[in-house]
Structures are given as structure tokens and as C-alpha cells.
């Protein structure tokens, strides 16, 4: 019998700059380490679609595309889960407070916006947001979700 090889890390973390460009190499670098962590590919399917919209609605709506910005993004698998948090600069702004947009009204009477956040409500199994004090005593905007999914067989 051989011995399990080490686990991979079960943590990831990426500063990235408030530019929309940066997104595709996150998501690459996301990727490569969510395989070996035993994050199903269905599971990070749904993560990048959601960190998509979050990554994005920081850059478009929060920096106000100021590229000077700074996002970081955590990932760590844990027990049938993977959990993403975001964290920012940019003004506070709690998006688990938007109220819901009703989806019953006709488009043509529909206001704009507030999509993206129903996709992310209802695709994560967590959404929470905090405002969080940083090292250098500033405030910073933590946004958090998380995306459960079936463990397989044999692994921890």
C-alpha cells in the first residue's frame, strides 16, 4: 500500500488590482489551485460566475474603475465547501442589503440593476458582508460566500 501523497493547500489567496483585465488571471490562478484542493469542477463553476459578478460590482460601483484599487481574494476549502471572501477598499457599501429587484414587473417597467446580486443570492449557500477594521486603521468592505457541494469518496 502507498502512502496518500501530502494534501495540496487547502487555502488561496491573490491580491488583485481594481482593473476588469485582472479577473482572467485570477480565475486561472483560482483554478489551478481549486483542482488539486478537491473542489469539484461543478462547485468552482458556480464560485467564478459568482466572484465574477462581486469582482466586477467592486471595480464598476465601489472603485468607480480607479485602477489604484486593491482586491483581495481568499479561497479555502473546507468539508464539502469552498469559501470565497473579497475584501476592499473602496466606500462601504453592504450588498446584502439591496433590496431584491421584482422580477414579476415587466423590463420595460423594471428599474436597472440588481441582477447580478439575485444571481449571487440565490446561487451561494452564504452571503455575508462586514465592515472590517484593516492593519492601518482604515475601514475595509469584506464580502463573503460560500458554495457547498458533495464530498467524494475517500477524500478528507
Known amino acids: 500500500m502507498h502512502p496518500e501523497p501530502p494534501h495540496p493547500s487547502a ?3 491573490r491580491l488583485c488590482g481594481s ?6 488571471g485570477l480565475v486561472r490562478a483560482l483554478s489551478d489551485w481549486a483542482a488539486p ?3 469539484p469542477p461543478q462547485a468552482m463553476r458556480d464560485v467564478v460566475l459568482i466572484l ?3 469582482f466586477s460590482n ?3 460601483h465601489g472603485y468607480r ?8 481574494v481568499r479561497a479555502q476549502r473546507d468539508d464539502g465547501r469552498v469559501d470565497v471572501t473579497l475584501t476592499d477598499q473602496a466606500p462601504a457599501f453592504n450588498p446584502t442589503q439591496v433590496p431584491e429587484p421584482d422580477t414579476q414587473l415587466s423590463i420595460d417597467d423594471r ?7 439575485l444571481f449571487v443570492r440565490r446561487t451561494a449557500d452564504d452571503f455575508d458582508y462586514h465592515l472590517i477594521d484593516t492593519d492601518t486603521g482604515t475601514a475595509a468592505n469584506q464580502v ?4 457547498r457541494f458533495a464530498k467524494a469518496i475517500g477524500s478528507v
Open 11 to 13: 487555502q488561496f489567496q
Open 19 to 24: 482593473r476588469l483585465e485582472e479577473f482572467g
Open 37 to 39: 484542493a478537491g473542489v
Open 52 to 54: 465574477d459578478e462581486l
Open 58 to 60: 467592486i471595480i464598476i
Open 65 to 72: 474603475r480607479d485602477p489604484a484599487g486593491q482586491i483581495l
Open 111 to 117: 428599474p436597472m440593476g440588481g441582477l447580478g446580486l
Open 144 to 147: 463573503h460566500f460560500s458554495k
